[in-house]
């Protein structure tokens, strides 16, 4: 796909994506999430299909819907609906086991299916209590932090880029690129904090801004490690441009709850 492509879908996401956030009710952020964590979810099992493993799809997607929903409801408990949720798995695949032939696949089916729940699922829908909790204006910090932390990781690591970080998961990826994107995710963060949150401390954001930037960090190329044993450059081809859903979202896996239990320790105290 060429430059002009890509610019035209990242024009559209992000147009979609700032009317959901800033004028849309809370509750529709919440649906736009889960449809974006089914979409990932079943890039995720996919690809394990790939190396000829199956895991179950459906209950995958089921499942990741009660996860949603122990992040919206505050009243259903989440330990309880995680719990229920592993206990019918367990009951699922000791009555689905019924042969030889499945019982070889069962470990792998098993495993990935509950991996895809908590890789995904889990860790992304700590978007939606950053919204409902903090506000819109602490998305939009979470976003530029990510952003510009990229941006400046790529611009660096192909400038000044020596010290492979990553030669295996992300060949491309340098550990000068990793501090410049350290660097340009601080400045995304000051920028947010001045134009949008004043009031709050600028050394807590700024630390903030890091160390989430270096979550986002370690979940890209651990993107690209189920990419690479899936024998995939890109997640599916599902956005135009950008590959598929995992390519976009996998800096919020591990950016996402990061950011969530930093924001309750260092701002919202």
């Known amino acids: 796909m060429g430059l002009w492509q890509r610019t035209k879908t990242a024009f559209i996401i992000l147009a979609v994506l700032f009317i959901i956030i800033q004028f849309a009710p809370v509750w529709v952020f919440f649906l736009a999430l889960q449809l974006t964590i089914i979409g990932g979810l079943l890039e995720f099992y996919s690809l394990a299909e790939r190396r000829k493993f199956y895991p179950k799809k459906l209950l995958g997607c089921i499942f990741a819907l009660i996860i949603g929903a122990t992040f919206y409801f505050d009243r259903f408990p989440f330990l309880l609906g995680f719990t229920l949720m592993t206990l019918i798995t367990f009951v ?33 829908n700590f978007l939606y209590w950053v919204r409902r909790d903090f506000g819109v204006l602490w998305l939009y910090l979470l976003f530029s932090v990510i952003a510009l932390g990229d941006t400046g990781a790529f611009l660096v690591g192909k400038t000044f880029g020596r010290h492979k970080m990553t030669p295996i998961a992300s060949p491309n990826k340098t550990w000068e690129g990793a501090v410049g994107g350290l660097i340009w995710a601080a400045a995304g963060g000051w920028l947010a904090r001045t134009v949008l949150l004043p009031r ?70």
């Open 92 to 124: 699922y695949f000791v009555i689905d086991t019924n042969s030889l032939e499945k019982l070889a696949l069962f470990p792998g089916s098993f495993s990935l299916t509950m991996a895809g729940l908590v890789y995904i699922s889990l860790t992304m």
């Open 200 to 269: 709050f401390p600028l050394l807590e954001v700024i630390i903030l801004s890091i160390v989430v930037h270096a979550a986002a960090q370690v979940a890209d190329p651990l993107e690209s490690l189920f990419k690479r044993a899936a024998g995939v450059k890109d997640s599916s081809n599902l956005v135009p441009g950008h590959g598929g859903i995992m390519d976009r979202i996998d800096s919020f896996t591990l950016a996402a709850p990061v950011f969530y239990y930093l924001m309750k320790l260092l701002i919202v105290k």
